[in-house]
């Protein structure tokens, strides 16, 4: 390894925190949350040490842990996971950062604050370690759904301890046969005559499902009460604990651990398959009406997309600043005006062209990511708490059509920016001694659970932008219209902007045309090119988040108030975004027209192509 540049030499930033305030007090306006009622006892002072804390804690303390816990999974021992020792002097720590129920009310316990405010505080956790951030954001999940559709009895007994991290939380969804098919969950739950059910099923692919931080684990467990009818009307949720109180004391609740998934990626937390009543004695608790169980899930399974979201997001992005430090440092090669001449000292890699459009393209996907998760945030504090019906009902549309896109476009654009993190170190990348191949392995996870990107791309167009005739695509409009037009004001990439303002014009017309085929019987034909449309409105979407950027770096540049201490830093700052909204918009938005004509003219190679042709 000499001559390289070893990973441990450099400080590593996990996420921008100019770029974090940028977007929180310079184009969101994340105080203005605070005139809500809700909010009310905020404001600049506690966001910035709440975000404080989170970065400390993510850089000093977590992402010293990665590494160690990547090369030293857990281990299933006599029927029961043992983490890295790691794990037990973090999680305390951990629990004290009060994230799990930091946007919970106070009367349960938490802070109130929004979730605009917590999404980017917890994107530092996951890239300090997503291993350990994973267990916070599945355990407020999980809480959260107790608080929401639980007895009394069970936010006495397992919301208050899981909001103070005291017992961690599941979703256990998934069944061998029954993954992005829910309708088709298995898991029985019969009645008793004390008010409890008996659980009993199979259950895989648990995340946190086991491990040795708590003395309890809360599942929270799609099954079907004996007599259910088929299908997702059948499904009932109910809150399953490992260990259940008997008397004065506590047993075993009959979960068992049946086997660890041995995983490419987040490899510092357990994934398990988990067997429910085995011995006839598994309890568990209905939460909310029976046969409302998917219904009730949602609200965990739309936090938890969002949170799949920051974390491909903060995944690219610890990468991508390891990319730039590793390009700023590593000599190699000459200009290709001075190739010829071997006497002259090698530059720094950064100092060509093609590492710096790989640097760009990283910052691109990176920071318009954050863009987008901040919106979709913020859109969920407005949804929750706005002072008007009509206020609460646009953000909610608005969130609706976000919530896949914003799951989905850092899992697969993420996915590349990782890939290109690990080719900016060239064969070092390849190396394991590097982060990059780990930080790779993990994003790929992201497109997978809380549903993959297929999934969401049926989901985008079958049910989110026909939903109320398209309601959600015109205020998505009426956005893109307004930050093009502050764009013109700024007087920024005149021919961007049009660009922009077509594009999102042309979709509108694309899906009525969609809309009315399945209005017509033929749903096959609406879908058949969801995933691609997925993608054009992402690259929309994305394009609206960089031109929002753009305007405002604009406006900050043109109104001459950089002092002159912040003047060289602040400049590249927003010299920096311009720069990175331009690429995105003359790269990716030409991309545009050549999906749509894909779903437009519904190209059928794939609809014919037969399973024996293969
Ligand atoms: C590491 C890890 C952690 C996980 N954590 C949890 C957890 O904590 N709790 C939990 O409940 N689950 C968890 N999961 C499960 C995860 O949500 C599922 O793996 C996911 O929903 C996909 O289901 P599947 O694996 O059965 O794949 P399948 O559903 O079999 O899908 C296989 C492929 O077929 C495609 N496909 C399937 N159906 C359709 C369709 N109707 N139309 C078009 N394409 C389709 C999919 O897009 C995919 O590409 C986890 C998974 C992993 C790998």
Request: proline share 5%.
């Amino acid at each position: 390894m000499s001559g390289c540049i070893m990973p441990d030499t450099m400080a590593n930033p996990l996420v921008c925190d100019r770029n974090i305030d940028f977007l929180l007090y310079e184009v969101l306006d994340a105080p203005s949350l605070c005139t809500l009622p809700t909010f009310a006892e905020h404001g600049r002072e506690t966001f910035d040490l709440v975000l404080q804390n989170s970065r400390r804690f993510a850089r000093e303390v977590l992402f010293p842990t990665y590494k160690p816990m990547d090369a030293e999974p857990p281990q299933l021992e006599n029927g029961r996971i043992v983490l890295h020792p790691a794990w037990r002097k973090i999680y305390p720590q951990l629990c004290s950062l009060d994230l799990i129920a930091a946007s919970r009310p106070f009367a349960v316990g938490g802070q109130q604050l929004p979730l605009l405010l917590t999404t980017l505080a917890s994107a530092y956790l996951m890239a300090g370690n997503l291993n350990v951030a994973g267990i916070l954001g599945l355990t407020a999940g999980a809480a959260h759904l107790i608080e929401a559709f639980g007895s009394d009895e069970l936010r006495q007994e397992f919301m208050t301890r899981m909001y103070r991290g005291e017992w961690t939380g599941t979703m256990a969804l998934t069944e061998p046969h029954a993954g992005s098919s829910l309708a088709d969950v298995k898991t029985r739950a019969t009645p008793t005559a004390d008010g409890h059910y008996l659980i009993q099923g199979a259950k895989i692919f648990i995340s946190g499902g086991d491990h040795d931080l708590t003395d309890n684990i809360v599942h929270m467990t799609l099954a079907r009460i004996d007599g259910a009818p088929a299908g997702l009307k059948g499904i009932s949720l109910f809150a399953v604990p490992r260990r259940r109180r008997h008397g004065d004391g506590w047993v075993d609740n009959d979960v068992a651990v049946t086997g660890m998934i041995h995983k490419i990626g987040w490899r510092g937390a357990p994934s398990l398959a988990l067997q429910f009543g085995e011995q006839g004695d598994c309890n568990g608790w209905l939460c909310g009406e029976p046969g409302r169980g998917l219904s009730c899930m949602f609200q965990m399974m739309n936090e938890a997309r969002l949170m799949v979201g920051t974390n491909g997001v903060a995944t690219a992005s610890v990468a991508y600043h390891q990319a730039v430090q590793y390009a700023r440092e590593r000599p190699q090669g000459r200009p290709l005006s001075s190739k010829a001449d071997a006497s002259r000292p090698q530059v720094p890699i950064v100092e060509h062209a093609d590492v710096r459009r790989m640097l760009l393209r990283q910052k691109a996907i990176v920071e318009g990511g954050l863009a987008l998760l901040a919106t979709a945030a913020k859109q969920a504090d407005l949804f929750g708490h706005a002072g008007t019906a009509a206020e609460r009902h646009r953000a909610g549309l608005l969130l609706d059509l976000l919530t896949p896109i914003a799951k989905s476009f850092p899992a697969e654009y993420g996915f590349e920016s990782n890939a290109l993190a690990l080719q900016v170190h060239g064969g070092y990348g390849y190396s394991s001694e590097f982060l990059p191949e780990a930080w790779l392995r993990d994003q790929k996870l992201n497109s997978l659970h809380e549903g993959t990107t297929g999934i969401h791309g049926i989901d985008l167009l079958g049910r989110k932008v026909v939903a109320e005739g398209g309601a959600a695509l015109v205020i998505l409009q009426e956005e893109i219209l307004a930050t093009v037009a502050r764009a013109q004001r700024a007087a920024i990439f005149p021919t961007l902007c049009e660009r922009l303002a077509e594009t999102m014009a042309s979709v509108l017309p694309l899906t009525m045309q969609l809309a009315s085929k399945g209005l017509q019987g033929d749903v096959e034909g609406m879908l058949l090119h969801s995933a691609d449309y997925l993608q054009l409105l992402s690259i929309v979407v994305v394009s609206w988040q960089w031109l929002l950027q753009a305007a405002v770096a604009a406006e900050k540049l043109a109104a001459g108030t950089l002092t002159t201490d912040m003047q060289t830093t602040e400049r590249d700052f927003y010299e920096g975004k311009l720069c990175a909204a331009q690429y995105w918009l003359a790269t990716e938005l030409p991309r545009v027209p050549q999906l749509l004509a894909l779903c437009q003219q519904g190209e059928d190679s794939y609809a014919r192509m037969k399973p024996e042709w293969f």
